[in-house]
T-cell receptor, first 113, second 113 residues
Framework: GAVVSQHPSRVICKSGTSVKIECRSLDFQATTMFWYRQFPKQSLMLMATSNEGSKATYEQGVEKDKFLINHASLTLSTLTVTSAHPEDSSFYIC?????????FGSGTRLTVV | QQQVKQSPQSLIVQKGGISIINCAYENTAFDYFPWYQQFPGKGPALLIAIRPDVSEKKEGRFTISFNKSAKQFSLHIMDSQPGDSATYFCAASKGMAARQLTFGSGTQLTVLP
């Protein structure tokens, strides 16, 4: 089945620094990938839709300058959290649509200290 | 119109019992209804999905029942096992094209040994 690889699985960074999260579709091409944020015991909240070769589409209330998305190839999308602050600490998950439906990465636990 | 309402929020079942989780949607344009299973610290994994042209789909111990007129669908887990303890999310989308899923709020299932 389709596999989406997400790295890193955990990252701790200092406040004010930037963190990059990678999402790769391993055995299929994905012109569109999705980035979600999930708080403890809550559902997934869509942050943005990443489109290969074009600008990402951000959901209302998501700061595009803080959460930079790049989808430079059909198998890789990256999310960069810029000037991270403790309130950005969360679980970030990417997904892409494969043949069998939407496949999710294993998530990245970001902790900003 | 984009909401998917999920209940219950939490569910405790004895080993061997039946776990039932319900979802209701509003947007009649939705035509793809997947269920995802998520373990702590991991991304959601597709469990089973259904389209509105069938009323039931079964895969192993997991069954989706779909009621188009009531705009409701449910997940039944037969012979529940402690390993099934996880958070379950229903979701819906319009078409299998690269559109984002609308998620339910999640159900935390605990299966007691």
């Amino acid at each position: 089945g389709a596999v989406v690889s997400q790295h890193p699985s955990r990252v701790i960074c200092k406040s004010g620094t930037s963190v990059k999260i990678e999402c790769r579709s391993l055995d299929f091409q994905a012109t569109t990938m999705f980035w979600y944020r999930q708080f403890p015991k809550q559902s997934l909240m869509l942050m943005a839709t990443s489109n290969e070769g074009s600008k990402a589409t951000y959901e209302q209330g998501v700061e595009k300058d803080k959460f930079l998305i790049n989808h430079a190839s059909l198998t890789l999308s990256t999310l960069t959290v810029t000037s991270a602050h403790p309130e950005d600490s969360s679980f970030y998950i990417c997904s892409a649509r494969g043949v069998d439906g939407y496949t999710f990465g294993s998530g990245t636990r970001l902790t900003v200290v | 119109q984009q909401q998917v309402k999920q209940s219950p929020q939490s569910l405790i079942v004895q080993k061997g019992g039946i776990s039932i989780i319900n979802c209701a949607y509003e947007n009649t344009a939705f035509d793809y209804f997947p269920w995802y299973q998520q373990f702590p610290g991991k991304g959601p994994a597709l469990l089973i999905a259904i389209r509105p042209d069938v009323s039931e789909k079964k895969e192993g111990r997991f069954t989706i029942s779909f009621n188009k007129s009531a705009k409701q669908f449910s997940l039944h887990i037969m012979d529940s096992q402690p390993g099934d303890s996880a958070t379950y999310f229903c979701a819906a989308s319009k078409g299998m094209a690269a559109r984002q899923l609308t998620f339910g709020s999640g159900t935390q299932l605990t299966v007691l040994p």
